[in-house]
Each structure stands twice: as C-alpha cells, then as structure tokens.
C-alpha cells in the first residue's frame, strides 16, 4: 500500500468514526459540515471520498456489520434448546442495543436508498444462516413450507423492525425486549406440532 492510499484509508476511517460518533450522541441525520468539524477535515475532503450522504451513510452500515460479523461469537449446538434459545436472545439483544442508533439514522433513509436496502438484506441473510444452523435440530423435523415460516418467524422476531417496535413503541426495557424474543422464540420450537398448517415429518 502506497502513501497515498494508506492516508486516503485514514481519512475515510476518521470520517467514519466522526458520523458514528454523531449519532451516537443523538443526531440522526447529521449535515456535511458537522461531520467535516468532527473529523478535522474540510467538507471538500468529505465531498471527495463520499459522492453524497447516501453513500457516507451505507459506507458506515457496512463498516458496522463488518466489524459486528468480526466479533460475532456463535451460539453452541450442542446446548439443550431452553440454553440456545437463551443465549441467542441474549446475543441479539446485544447486536441489536449496540447497532441501535445506526439501524435509527439507517430507517430515515433506507427507503430511499439502494446501497441501504442492500446492506439490510445482506444481514437478514446474516441472521437466516445463524437461525438455519441453531436450530437445525428442530428444523429438521419440519416439512419444507413449515420449515420456511418457522426459519422467517425466528428471523422477524430476532430482528431490529421488531427490536424498534419493542423498545421504542411499547417502551419495553431491554431485558424486557429480550424476553419477549425468547419467549416468542421457544413458542416457535416448541410449539405446537399437529394440525393441517403444523405438520413434522412422520418417521416411516
């Protein structure tokens, strides 16, 4: 890496640091020129290295999930399944307090933004493969489309739409929102196993 790359990766990383920074303290949508001030840079710097807000803002979703995926710790398999379901509340809970005032500043502009639709897809696809290897053991036993709406339930209940509305729209405390998930969760697979849209595999 030449001199000029390394400075220019500095750069994006103090600005980066600079826009998270702003949001955590609270300011959602915060302008050009605040980031530049925290950063120590000119705005034509910042201009330089992001085309626009949307890409500053998808730029910083990524570097998070990619730092989240680096410290990402798995939840046995081998756990009883009362144990999985309880650490991987407890997990989510973690991820999802921690991204609380990105995934906030996020939803002002994911609806407009492709770049952030991306990203969002990108770590549902995250939580369905962790789901998908968790609980492999209860899911083996279900028939394909039960399978799937087991595999989204689990994903919707674990994820930051449900997480907002717990936290911010009831107004639960996390440990709340965390039992909430953990019960929504052990219903979900342990829940009831007959009838015509509730069907395991018979074992022949």
């Not at 640091?17 to 702003?22: E, K, P, R, S, V």
């Not at 219903?187 to 009831?192: D, H, K, V």
Request: glycine share 4%; with cysteine; proline share 4%.
């Amino acid at each position: 890496m030449d001199g000029r790359t390394a400075r220019a990766r500095r750069t994006l990383r103090i600005i980066s640091d600079a826009h998270i920074g702003l949001i955590n303290d609270g300011e959602l949508k915060p302008s050009a020129k605040q980031i530049a001030a925290r950063a120590g840079v000119s705005v034509r710097a910042l201009w330089d290295h992001f085309k626009d807000m949307e890409a500053l803002m998808a730029s910083t979703a990524a570097r998070q999930l990619a730092e989240q995926d680096e410290a990402f710790n798995p939840v046995p398999v081998g756990l009883p399944l009362a144990e999985r379901v309880a650490a991987y509340s407890w997990q989510r809970a973690e991820i999802l307090e921690a991204i609380a005032p990105l995934a906030r500043a996020a939803d002002l502009q994911r609806p407009f933004s492709e770049a952030l639709q991306q990203n969002l897809q990108e770590n549902l696809n995250r939580i369905r493969n962790d789901v998908e290897r968790l609980f492999e053991a209860e899911l083996a036993g279900l028939d394909r489309g039960h399978r799937t709406r087991t595999v989204l339930s689990i994903c919707a209940a674990s994820d930051w739409a449900n997480w907002k509305l717990l936290r911010d729209s009831l107004g639960q405390s996390v440990e709340e929102a965390r039992a909430v998930v953990e019960n929504t969760l052990t219903a979900l697979l342990e829940g009831p196993t007959t009838g015509p849209e509730n069907t395991r595999k018979q074992n022949p």
